[in-house]
Nanobody, 121 residues
Framework: QVQLVDSGGGLVQAGGSLRLSCAAS????????MGWFRQAPGKEREFVAA???????YYADSVKGRFTISRDNAKNTVYLQMNSLKPEDTAVYYC???????????????WGQGTQVTVSS
């Protein structure tokens, strides 16, 4: 069992930066791949970035070069550094835990509660 708590969202101007955090409980955090997804109003939840237990990363094309996912297994935390933010990045961001690097919603067994990111133009 893993419990996830997302934090770090907020309101930022276009071009600005935010760092999201996802704190996990449970002794098996390091064995999970972790992902970040986002959901804008009226849209489906979409993949943003993922990181394997070994540290390999994968990004959606829309955020490649602007966002960086990382993890600290000693702190049971995964991060999403978001730079050069755009208004279209506005969404609720969720972290999730899955076995193996996954870009679809269904394989994720656990989810955080979400954190709102709003980018003003």
């Amino acid at each position: 069992q893993v419990q996830l708590v997302d934090s770090g969202g907020g309101l930022v101007q276009a071009g600005g930066s935010l760092r999201l955090s996802c704190a996990a409980s449970g002794r098996t955090f390091s064995s999970y791949a972790m992902g970040w997804f986002r959901q804008a109003p009226g849209k489906e939840r979409e993949f943003v970035a993922a990181i394997t237990s070994g540290g390999s990363t994968y990004y959606a094309d829309s955020v490649k070069g602007r966002f960086t996912i990382s993890r600290d297994n000693a702190k049971n935390t995964v991060y999403l550094q978001m730079n050069s933010l755009k208004p279209e990045d506005t969404a609720v961001y969720y972290c999730g835990a899955a076995y193996g690097l996954q870009t679809q919603v269904a394989p994720y067994d656990y989810w955080g509660q979400g954190t709102q990111v709003t980018v003003s133009s």
